[in-house]
T-cell receptor, first 112, second 117 residues
Framework: GQNIDQPTEMTATEGAIVQINCTYQ??????LFWYQQHAGEAPTFLSY????GLEEKGRFSSFLSRSKGYSYLLLKELQMKDSASYLC?????????????FGKGTSLLVTP | EPEVTQTPSHQVTQMGQEVILRCVPI?????FYWYRQILGQKVEFLVS????????KSEIFDDQFSVERPDGSNFTLKIRSTKLEDSAMYFC???????????????FGPGTRLTVT
């Protein structure tokens, strides 16, 4: 089975740092992805982890612990435009066509 | 920058009618996907397609759904007899899938909003 959990909503202040957590229990694992989705738009790729540790990409970083089934997305120097939904997704193995299984998303509100 | 395109952006149809949603994946990509997102809910996987055949499908992808790559560039999703609960945003996505470092990123199209009345 597939179970991916994220907080439903978070609020943070412009200029601050926010951490969005994701825990997963899946029957197959081939990488964990973070996407950003603004209302009414398509998901856009933020980061990807397949090995344990931290991946940094500008203002965004993502961490993975496979043994704990845990990941987080760290957003630094928050800007108003970062208000969006952040989706955690686990990728299935090649035999399953590399499909993405998404969590319900975390709606982040950045306030002045 | 290459992008996935989808048409139409919005489709309104009556219950029981057939609809075809169209996608043009990025030209050198090998794996193609359809996802749907009902308003206010999570993005759900429907089907993956590789080497001209379905490689995986979810429980949602029942006999009412079919996919096709008719001409080497288009990738279509057909819903034979639409139901009210098929109303959702449908996203097409593709990946290179060639084993290189860029293999991992799924590029999503802008979506087609399907409204079934």
């Amino acid at each position: 089975g597939q179970n991916i959990d994220q907080p439903t909503e978070m609020t943070a202040t412009e200029g601050a740092i926010v951490q969005i957590n994701c825990t997963y229990q899946t029957s197959g694992f081939n990488g964990l992805f973070w996407y950003q989705q603004h209302a009414g738009e398509a998901p856009t790729f933020l980061s990807y982890n397949v090995l344990d540790g931290l991946e940094e990409k500008g203002r965004f970083s993502s961490f993975l612990s496979r043994s704990k089934g845990y990941s987080y997305l760290l957003l630094k120097e928050l800007q108003m435009k970062d208000s969006a939904s952040y989706l955690c997704a686990v990728r299935a193995p090649q035999g399953s066509g590399y499909a993405l299984n998404f969590g319900k998303g975390t709606s982040l509100l950045v306030t002045p | 920058e290459p992008e996935v395109t989808q048409t139409p952006s919005h489709q309104v149809t009556q219950m029981g009618q057939e609809v075809i949603l169209r996608c043009v994946p990025i030209s050198n990509h090998l794996y193609f996907y359809w996802y749907r997102q009902i308003l206010g809910q999570k993005v759900e996987f429907l089907v993956s397609f590789y080497n001209n055949e379905i490689s995986e499908k979810s429980e949602i992808f029942d006999d009412q759904f079919s996919v096709e790559r008719p001409d080497g560039s288009n990738f279509t999703l057909k819903i034979r007899s639409t139901k009210l609960e098929d109303s959702a945003m449908y996203f097409c996505a593709s990946i290179i899938g060639g084993g290189g470092l860029d293999e991992y990123e799924q590029y999503f199209g802008p979506g087609t909003r399907l409204t079934v009345t």
